[in-house]
């Protein structure tokens, strides 16, 4: 079953088991360092991405460390 979820404010259908891991990896590939994770205002930490499952009208954001000077 497909549900709709919001990444950084873009709509996105995925299958209903996917987890926040294996969105990372569809949106960014193998490029996961230096993010931050938050679903519905609630930061994910790194090792619950594994297990936890995404759900219909979730709201994700992602945001990438950057380095400046």
Known sequence: MNV??????DTVHITSTTTVLS?????R????????V??????IPRPQW????????????IIQATQGG
């Open 38 to 43: 938050a679903v519905n205002e609630k930061v």
């Open 4 to 9: 709709e979820i919001k990444v950084n404010r």
């Open 23 to 27: 969105l990372l990896q569809k949106l």
């Open 29 to 36: 590939g193998e490029k996961l360092n230096g993010l931050a």
């Open 50 to 61: 594994e297990i936890m499952q995404l759900n219909q009208n979730d709201n994700v954001l």
